[in-house]
């Protein structure tokens, strides 16, 4: 066909004797000349003038701002192109049916989508550069552009080519969108002044882009960035060659930051309360508040997700429309018509019917919907989200100013407790936040239900209800399921929190179930709750398969059962009916079944919604007059070095009572005349209550002089910390009032009865939001005797303590939270009882360095609540109380005039505490045992991960790579070892099952699809009297086949999702069984140097992903991956030629897919790390309220908590991002594919059925494409806790076995208790140095032994080295004649027993703490209890031996827990007892009955006691005392003070 501009069918084309604007050639030719004009003045500017500014705009986007009309420009350019897209096609088309090319059909409009792309590209980099004059060049373009429009317009008009005519609709449309675009590009003019004015508007950039530490662009980029999330590729790349940290994903626009969202949530509640102020009993609505907050984006929301669901069936209509045509005779296209001899044009126009009946037009339509429908549906998805994202803020920033607020008595009365506030925020926000996702759902897909059923019927007629009944017949039966499901579901997390409590329970007292060789019993345990949890776990497999076969099963029902009843009604059943009724199905079963789901969470989200209500109208605390007060700025100086002249030295050698008869009021410090004269604090007629209606403090009048020690004493329950609180305003008053002086009331430093630590460094606990001053902190570290145990912890005060960090003791948080309240510059210092946890050695200390130099010599009003009446000689005031009122107030001389019979009081309680006081002094004080805990434990630590430095100091010496490629390598590998062991931990059988049922299933629905082909491809029967039965069985083939298919796939469904999940079932069993049994048997040195949380981790957390996360994943990814494969196959079976354009496709998802699981898992992983601390400081901040409020820090706190929430909210913004540039990324690929399917079948004309199946199929991988890649990447995220399962499951475990067989062992072995210890040398491990050298020694039968040294000398290594809990790598230690190293581990240490410093009791009944094995009568049960004086307080309790003891023991004191654990050593009657510091942690009573029972009851038993009070052994037979290691005394102790240079006699008189 010969080619020309305007054609040469007729001579007249070039004609323009009538007028040059009336030849239509010319008139098409004037309108390239905007397009060409824009192309010549703007190319020069984008590739000289901005080409190498373009880096520099990509990297710092602080020059970024929208000019006036922005959206819309793009908006009206999107439109421009796709019109111009259509007008191309149509030329195209015209120009088909001509004999000769005429190219002005569709150049022009060609030009003119070249030119609007790059009237586009012209005005991002002007806007991006800020530099608007350059935008005239578009000014004139769109005034050209509508002129020359117009003409043609008009041409048209008198040409009599009218509305009926393709091109004339085209034109008109062309004709507005200048228009528009004109006035835009006006708009800007007059806004911004660019131009035509002498005031020039200066605009600055939005504030966020003005920070660069803003790194989520979304909002701020242009219209096709948003839809395509093309900022995101800086931040996707980047994570292949580095990890995204914090640093990379930055901070939070304004717009979406918590503190911004909360305001506008708390104006709408606000409004609320308002309306309902007057009207009692009413709440305030929650839904109404959120709907006037964040209503606005989730109707944009449900707007983008109604125009998505309505171009996703376009899919449906284009298949028919293609593959229609193809059914009958005639040629879709007419070409070479000849010019309609009244047309002046000489062109022939199409309609718009005959456009849409063009297959190519169709294809192209097909593509651009999907590409629409896609970026519609993303968009939509990425607003819900959003806005999801920014109520959770909102809420969390609701709940914590809440919590700020509320009344102490809530918390105390029960009413509020620390679990519900939890929940609050980890559940009922999130369910909120969930609700929001789904929330235009809600609305959404009736409509597109009733679109689909409505598409149906036209192309099914009646039996198209047939198949929609199926659907919703069986939706609730799915309905049911999932309820079952999330049932299941609940049963299971009992059990595992029931697991877990019980593998909590065996590591941490897993050193004494290995002594007493009861590991294997307390495993069975767990082993039992497992499979209670595992039976759970079936049912929840079970339904989790069964819901996965009916969103499988119940579209092939549903499509079987139309298509028979189609047939039946003979109605003509074509290829295109056939198919675009399958794609139609498809569509309609996924709103059907996330219908429930969303009902569900509506369901969830009334109920939170009900939730945080009540919490909200909740009791607060009353906002008194200086609750609004600033905070005095008090300069934070250096402490002083003070002199001690007028400071009373606390003397220990003295009696208390002596001290307290000599007090002299001389000795008080003098004060200041004005202090004298002033009052810090004052309660007046106080009546206060902790909300139970009752008054907890009654007839409260009391002062507390400035400057001055003010003591408050009484016995426990009086009221003593209650009154602190009342002055702090904490309690609720009934009556009275307090009084604060005016500077000193926002100026008060407060230390808890109860210790409460942040989860924070050392150093930011003590100076808890001061400044550090270097020389303050040292005074108050070395006041509180910190600084030894600070030297202990691996990162110095740099260690994070609190609960994600290590833990301390008792005493070193109670030290530490007295060193908060003395290091901060305040007015006045509330001390509630800091005594309580300390020795007496530290009390003293900290009372002579702390409270009287550090804090009174500086002034400072302090108040001590203690019960250390010994100190009372120091106080300048004394409030004495009594069963919640004032005893006595004033000074000790007052008291001791006025108040006879309290002093005499006093003196008798000091009586008592002078004998204490003998017994505390003769010991190892309790820091010292606290500190000795805590370098064991640091020095296992230390030693591991020097190991592990070591190691992989090697590895880097011997890694050759490059270090940069070799990190990509890893993070882009996917874990094939882990995902080999997980599935062949369900067994090989299984996985064989599992492989060869899913390539049946798919095989099965290819050919089932294959044969609606055959069936709707079948000639015509005209059913009649003449009809042959051969072809009426013929007939009836078709449907038994299908049917056949469609049944058999209904069953391989339901067989392929048992059998996926049945393997993740036993994967589970298995890999925690080993998991259990491996740990259980690991040696000692395991659990001493991997810390406990770590443990437990892989019994909560990753057992619950592979319980119940890898399964569903799995089958999610190996059904999208072969639905994917055999389409593609399919489409390639058809078309051959696709695998040229297939493989630059696959080349672009491969890409796609690398990059994106990279970033993907450490965006998982950071919203995870960031989610941790959010919930911790919550949780904090309600356990520490009261010193919060009274340090008046709230705001602080506040601030931090918004700082975390916008952290993790960046997270999860950014995840979510990530999460939508892969799937606008996918479907545009799979779009593509449908493309090039649909274009292929046309174009190498296969039979109407193949073409159908081929874009059916088509239309599945634009479905599937972005699941394979979501699911691969989060597979290969829960992969990871198989990966670190696998290495616990390397950890070599203890040799059980020995040379000698149990049989051969004596039944009463040992009888005697004849121990020789001969040249025996120790260790931890094979790493670490020796801990014992060369120990000679021999222990008679019946002998009590003693044993002793320094702190970290050997004494309880060689006490697990009885029961080979340590290496004996040289000697051995001969027991009754028997070498314990030839012993099997379970017969030696089930033959000897030991009573542990820590006593250590699990949940469950006595008798089975007493005797786990069951093995005694309950005779011998209390013959123990009444050995151990247990035996009443056991009978007094209901059930007797049968009786609860709670986890750890916790409804017994430490001393009868003590006294229980002496019972459970009598029981096991061994002959041989080690007492390992047993007496370190109980008081002097519950000793002296331990050590009359070991002399009386285990007389004839042989006794080795490793002791800690060296008065304790004074009357052994024998002591050995080492030192370093080394055995270097041993004799009786008579003989060895005899030698007064000898160790033990320099020990015990350390000790004295």
């Known amino acids: 066909m010969s080619l020309s501009f305007c054609g040469n069918d007729r001579n007249t084309s070039y004609n323009v004797d009538e007028g040059v604007l009336n030849n239509g050639c010319f008139v098409d030719a004037l309108n390239l000349v905007p397009h060409v004009f824009l192309l010549f003045i703007t190319f020069p500017i984008l590739f000289i003038g901005w080409g190498s500014q373009s880096s520099k705009v990509q990297i710092h986007h602080n020059t970024w701002l929208h000019f006036p009309g922005h959206n819309l420009r793009w908006l009206l350019t999107f439109i421009l192109l796709f019109v111009h897209v259509c007008e191309i096609s149509e030329g195209i088309v015209s120009d088909g049916h001509m004999k000769s090319r005429h190219l002005h059909l569709f150049m022009p409009a060609l030009m003119g989508f070249i030119a609007a792309t790059t009237s586009i590209v012209y005005y991002h980099n002007i806007e991006t550069s800020n530099f608007p004059k350059l935008l005239l060049a578009l000014f004139f373009y769109w005034v050209l552009a509508f002129i020359t429009k117009t003409v043609k317009l008009v041409f048209y008009c008198r040409s009599d080519i009218g509305i009926t005519k393709l091109r004339f609709c085209i034109t008109a449309l062309l004709v507005i969108l200048y228009g528009l675009l004109m006035a835009v590009e006006m708009n800007v003019i007059r806004v911004r002044k660019y131009v035509f004015f002498k005031n020039q508007q200066k605009v600055k950039p939005p504030e966020d882009l003005q920070d660069l530490g803003v790194r989520f662009l979304q909002p701020f980029v242009n219209l096709l960035s948003k839809a395509t999330y093309w900022w995101m590729n800086t931040v996707i790349i980047s994570a292949h060659k580095r990890p995204i940290d914090l640093k990379i994903v930055g901070k939070l626009p304004i717009a979406m930051r918590a503190r911004t969202n909360y305001f506008c949530l708390k104006d709408a509640y606000e409004e609320q309360k308002k309306k309902v102020f007057d009207q009692p009993g009413s709440t305030p609505s929650m839904w109404l508040s959120m709907y006037r907050a964040f209503g606005r984006p989730i109707l944009l929301s449900s707007m983008f997700r109604y125009l998505a669901d309505l171009l996703g069936f376009a899919g449906p209509l284009c298949i028919y429309g293609i593959v229609n045509p193809m059914g009958h005779d005639q040629p879709q296209n007419q070409t070479n018509v000849p010019a309609n001899p009244n047309n002046p044009t000489d062109v022939y126009y199409i309609s718009s019917k005959q456009f849409l009946e063009n297959s190519y037009v169709l294809a192209v339509l097909l593509f651009l919907a999907l590409i629409l429908q896609r970026t519609f549906l993303q968009a939509s998805y990425y607003v819900a989200i959003e806005t999801g994202i920014n109520l959770r803020g909102a809420l969390l920033a609701m709940i914590y100013n809440k919590i700020l607020r509320l009344s102490t008595s809530n918390m105390s009365m029960g009413e509020m407790n620390l679990g519900q506030i939890n929940n609050l925020v980890a559940i009922e926000t999130n369910q909120l936040m969930w609700f929001l996702f789904l929330c235009p759902n809600l609305w959404a897909m009736p409509i597109q239900i009733i679109m689909g059923v409505v598409l149906l019927y036209y192309f099914l007629d009646k039996s198209a209800l047939v198949g929609a009944a199926v659907i919703v017949l069986l939706a609730p039966i799915q309905y049911f399921i999932a309820t079952k499901l999330a049932d299941a579901q609940k049963n299971t997390l009992d059990y595992s929190t029931e697991r877990l409590k019980k593998t909590n329970e065996i590591l941490k007292g897993i050193k004494l179930l290995k002594l007493y060789s009861w590991e294997t019993i307390f495993c069975h345990n767990v082993e039992d709750t497992r499979m209670k949890e595992l039976r759970s776990l079936k049912s929840f497999a079970v339904y989790t398969s069964l819901s996965i076969f009916m969103n499988t099963a119940i579209p092939i029902a549903a ?667 996918t479907d545009y690929l799979g779009a593509f594919i449908v493309l090039t399917a649909a274009v292929g079948s046309i174009t190498c004309k296969l039979t109407p059925g193949l073409v159908g199946l081929s874009l059916t199929y088509a239309l599945t991988i634009t479905n599937y494409l972005n699941w394979v890649v979501r699911n691969l990447a989060d597979l290969e995220v829960q992969i990871g806790a198989v990966k670190k399962v696998n290495s616990f499951l390397s950890t070599e475990s203890e040799n059980y076995e020995g040379s000698i067989d149990p049989s051969q062992v004596p039944e009463d072995w040992p009888q005697h208790g004849e121990i020789r210890i001969q040249d025996l040398c120790v260790r931890y491990d094979s790493s670490l140095k020796p801990v014992l050298k060369h120990v000679k020694a021999y222990i008679h039968p019946g002998q009590k032994v003693g044993i002793c040294g320094r702190t970290g000398s050997g004494k309880s290594s060689l006490s697990l080295a009885f029961f080979r809990m340590v290496d004996i790598f040289e000697g051995k230690i001969v027991i009754d004649n028997i070498d314990i190293t030839k012993l099997p581990l379970q017969t030696l240490r089930s033959r000897l027993s030991i009573i542990l410093q820590d006593p250590i009791l699990f949940s469950g009944s006595i008798r089975f703490n007493l005797d786990p094995e069951c093995k005694c009568n309950d005779d011998r049960l209390w013959e123990a209890l009444e050995i151990a004086q247990l035996k009443n307080r056991v009978k007094a309790l209901p059930g007797g031996l049968d009786a609860l003891v709670t986890e750890g023991g916790e409804n017994f004191s430490v001393g009868q827990r003590q006294l229980f654990c002496l019972a459970r050593a009598f029981v096991r009657k061994s002959s041989i007892l080690i007492m390992d510091e047993a007496t370190a942690s109980i008081d002097m009573a519950t000793e002296n009955i331990l050590q009359k029972v070991v002399m009386t009851a285990f007389a004839d038993r042989t006794v080795v006691t490793i002791a800690h009070r060296v008065s304790s052994i004074l009357d052994a037979d024998l002591v050995l005392v080492f030192c370093e290691g080394i055995l270097v005394e041993c004799d009786i102790p008579s003989n060895l003070l005899a030698q007064q240079e000898s160790l033990f006699a320099c020990l015990v008189k350390a000790h004295k």
């Open 559 to 1225: 499509v079987l059962a139309t298509f028979v009843v189609y047939d039946l009604l003979k109605m003509q059943f074509t290829p295109a009916v056939a198919f675009a009724s399958l794609s139609l199905f498809h569509i309609l079963v996924t709103p059907l079944f996330l219908l429930s789901t969303v009902v569900r969470f509506a369901v969830k989200a009334m109920i939170s919604v009900q939730k945080l209500n009540e919490f909200f109208v909740s009791d607060e605390i009353r906002e008194e007059s200086w609750r609004n007060g600033t905070s005095s700025s008090v300069s934070l100086e250096p402490c002083k070095k003070h002199t001690t002249a007028h400071t009373k030295v606390i003397n220990r050698k003295q009696p208390l009572r002596y001290q307290l008869e000599t007090h002299d009021q001389s000795f008080r410090r003098q004060l200041r005349p004005t202090e004298t004269e002033e009052v810090a604090v004052k309660i007046a007629n106080g009546c206060f209550s902790w909300g139970s209606g009752m008054a907890t403090l009654s007839d409260i009048n009391i002062r507390i002089p400035t400057g001055q020690l003010t003591m408050i004493v009484g016995q426990v329950g009086c009221g003593k910390s209650s009154l602190l609180l009342a002055a702090l305003g904490e309690m609720q008053t009934i009556s009275g009032k307090v009084y604060w002086s005016n500077k000193n009331r926002n100026s008060v430093a407060y230390a808890a009865q109860k210790p409460w630590l942040l989860n924070a460094t050392v150093e930011e606990n003590i100076t808890f939001g001061s400044p550090f001053v270097k020389q303050r902190y040292k005074a108050v570290t070395d006041a509180c005797s910190l600084q030894p145990d600070i030297d202990l912890l691996p990162f110095g005060d740099q260690t994070e303590i609190g609960e994600r960090g290590i833990n301390l003791s008792g005493g070193q948080r109670q030290r530490i939270c007295v060193a908060r309240a003395l290091y901060q510059n305040t007015n006045i210092v509330f001390l509630d009882d800091p005594f309580s946890a300390l020795d007496i050695h530290l009390s003293d200390h900290l009372m002579q360095e702390g409270i009287l130099k550090f804090l009174q010599e500086d002034k400072r009003t302090v108040v001590l609540v203690t019960h250390k009446l010994q100190y009372l000689t120091h106080a300048d005031w004394i409030i004495a109380m009594k069963d919640g009122t004032i005893l006595r107030e004033g000074t000790l001389k007052d008291i001791q005039n006025n108040d006879t019979e309290l002093y005499e009081h006093w003196k008798t309680l000091m009586n008592r505490q002078d004998q204490e006081l003998e017994k505390d002094t003769d010991i190892d004080n309790q820091t010292t045992l606290e500190r000795k805990t805590l370098r064991r434990a640091m020095y296992l630590r230390e030693a591991k991960s020097q190991m592990e430095d070591e190691d992989e100091e090697e590895e880097n010496e011997e890694e050759d790579d490059d270090d940069m490629s070799t990190v990509m390598r890893l993070r882009t590998n996917l874990p094939w070892r882990a995902c080999w062991k997980y599935l062949t931990s369900g067994g090989f059988s299984l996985l064989f099952l599992m492989i060869f049922s899913k390539l049946i299933k798919h095989a099965v629905f290819v050919a089932t699809d294959c044969w609606l082909i055959v069936w709707t491809s079948k000639p015509e029967i005209q059913v009649n009297q003449t009809t042959d039965s051969t072809e009426m069985e013929s007939f009836n083939q078709y449907v038994a086949v299908f049917s056949i298919l469609s049944v058999t796939g209904i069953i391989l469904c339901l067989v392929t999702s048992l059998t996926v999940e049945w393997m993740g079932f036993s994967a589970a069993k298995n890999l925690h069984h080993n998991l259990l049994n491996k740990i259980i048997l690991a040696p000692i040195s395991f659990f001493d140097t991997t810390p406990l949380g770590q443990i437990l981790n892989r019994f909560s957390a990753d057992t619950n992903i592979i319980d119940q996360h890898i399964p569903p994943a799995l089958e999610s990814l190996t059904r999208s991956t072969l639905l994917c494969l055999s389409a593609i196959g399919l489409i390639f079976y058809a078309i051959p030629k696709f695998i040229i354009i297939l493989v630059p496709l696959l080349i672009a998802f491969y890409f796609i897919q690398k990059y994106f699981r990279v970033a993907s898992k450490d965006l998982q992983e950071l919203d995870d790390t960031t989610q941790l601390p959010l919930l911790c400081h919550f949780s904090e901040t309600a356990e520490g309220l009261t010193t919060i409020r009274a340090f008046r820090h709230e705001f602080r706190f506040r601030e931090r908590m918004l700082e975390l929430t916008d952290t993790n909210n960046i997270a999860y913004l950014f995840l979510s991002a990530a999460n939508r540039w892969l799937e606008v990324r």
